[in-house]
């Protein structure tokens, strides 16, 4: 039984799924239609109401194997497949990851040889205001790239690394300590067959052979290009909203919100594959 309903949300990726109750197993039939849902819309916001992390982690092994964090485990003895984002300390400590301010755009856990393929944020705990997730579609900025800037990339590999601090401190980071990985600038999405943009304003250190100064102009162009509002949808959250995305051809970036305000959302990822 798939009758839920299905409401686009932004002209270039989004859409919200109404009338699915996910607190029960789905059948075939319904996990077919959600997956098609999110292939052509990238993006999928459930207003599913309360579910509980076993709901949650079911939805998630649908489409694949589940991922929780890769670095700080869970301390409150919940399930290790949701990582937790949150600002709310414990005896001064983030119970979960990312707490604070803003993060540019990336894709997840790009600097693994097999990054996620998509992964599905529930919200608990919101701020009164900001916390918004922008979402960017990078299929629209292949299509939209110039003629030039199609050649100049096409063929080039990206090297991108996990090591916030360094880079946010002094613009590069240190691939000594820091998970690495290199990838296809441009790739080719496994299920759909179209190319998207695979670099990053977060994670992205240089385009393999070019030469510092042209490396660093092409890659300032390519993130202006990537996060131009024509390409993005920015979700507003309410409480019990459950957002997936597609990974492979998205990016996602998370505006400012009050410090002392909390926050508190869990995520689970789904194991992706090598881009080509």
Known sequence: MSGFTIRPLAPSLGAEIRD????SPLDRDTISAIRAAWLQHLVLVF?????????QTRLAGYFGPTVGARSKQRSDGGDRR???????????????????????FHSDSVFLEKPLM???????EIPST??????????????????????????????????YETQVKS???DRSSAPH???????????????????????TEELVGLPRAENDDLLQRLYRHAEDSTHVYEHIWQVNDLVM????????????????????????????????
């Open 181 to 203: 990985a290199t990838h296809p600038a441009i790739r080719t999405h496994p299920e759909t067959g179209r190319k998207a943009l695979y670099v990053n304003r977060l994670m």
């Open 82 to 104: 949701l990582m937790l984002i949150s600002n709310i300390r414990q005896n001064g400590e983030p119970i979960g990851l990312l707490p604070d301010g803003e993060l540019m």
């Open 118 to 124: 998509g992964a599905m944020l529930y919200a608990e």
């Open 130 to 163: 900001g916390g918004n997730t922008l979402f960017a579609n990078m299929y629209d900025a292949y299509d939209s790239l110039t003629d030039e800037l199609k050649t100049r990339v096409t063929g080039l590999q990206a090297v991108h690394v996990f090591d």
């Open 47 to 55: 207003r599913c109401g309360e579910i509980s992390e076993d709901d």
């Open 245 to 276: 995305w597609d990974n492979r051809c998205t990016q996602h970036a998370r505006t400012d919100f009050p410090t002392g305000e909390r926050r508190l959302l869990r995520r689970v990822g789904i194991e992706g594959d090598r881009p080509v």
């Open 171 to 173: 613009g590069r980071f």
């Open 20 to 23: 699915l109750d996910l607190t």
